[in-house]
Protein backbone atom coordinates (compact mmCIF):
# COMPACT_ATOMS: atom_id res chain seq x y z
CA UNK A 1 0.00 0.00 0.00
CA UNK A 2 1.28 3.57 -1.01
CA UNK A 3 0.39 6.38 0.94
CA UNK A 4 0.48 9.95 -0.75
CA UNK A 5 2.35 11.47 1.92
CA UNK A 6 5.22 8.97 1.69
CA UNK A 7 4.88 9.55 -2.29
CA UNK A 8 7.85 11.67 -3.97
CA UNK A 9 6.46 14.01 -6.09
CA UNK A 10 6.85 12.75 -9.39
CA UNK A 11 6.83 14.91 -13.22
CA UNK A 12 3.27 13.75 -14.85
CA UNK A 13 0.13 14.53 -15.59
CA UNK A 14 -1.98 15.36 -12.79
CA UNK A 15 -5.89 16.49 -12.51
CA UNK A 16 -7.17 18.83 -10.80
CA UNK A 17 -9.34 17.21 -7.70
CA UNK A 18 -11.33 21.10 -8.10
CA UNK A 19 -10.48 21.55 -4.25
CA UNK A 20 -7.68 23.79 -4.01
CA UNK A 21 -6.03 22.61 -0.75
CA UNK A 22 -6.63 19.58 -1.52
CA UNK A 23 -4.75 19.91 -4.70
CA UNK A 24 -2.14 21.29 -2.53
CA UNK A 25 -1.91 18.34 -0.26
CA UNK A 26 -2.08 16.18 -3.25
CA UNK A 27 1.26 14.51 -4.39
CA UNK A 28 2.11 16.26 -7.69
CA UNK A 29 -0.68 19.07 -7.13
CA UNK A 30 -3.78 17.13 -8.08
CA UNK A 31 -4.63 13.04 -8.80
CA UNK A 32 -2.16 11.34 -10.93
CA UNK A 33 -3.86 10.72 -14.21
CA UNK A 34 -2.05 7.07 -14.92
CA UNK A 35 -2.73 5.57 -11.62
CA UNK A 36 -6.04 3.85 -9.17
CA UNK A 37 -6.53 5.99 -6.80
CA UNK A 38 -8.77 4.77 -3.36
CA UNK A 39 -9.93 6.43 -0.20
CA UNK A 40 -10.10 4.67 2.63
CA UNK A 41 -12.21 6.59 5.14
CA UNK A 42 -12.93 5.82 8.99
CA UNK A 43 -16.58 5.43 8.06
CA UNK A 44 -18.79 4.41 5.87
CA UNK A 45 -20.78 6.86 3.45
CA UNK A 46 -20.17 10.21 1.17
CA UNK A 47 -20.20 12.17 4.14
Known amino acids: MLH ?3 V ?3 NGI ?3 SGWPD ?3 ALP ?3 WPARALTE ?3 PHP ?3
Open 4 to 6: ADR
Open 8 to 10: ARQ
Open 14 to 16: VLS
Open 22 to 24: LDA
Open 28 to 30: GGG
Open 39 to 41: LLL
Open 45 to 47: GVG
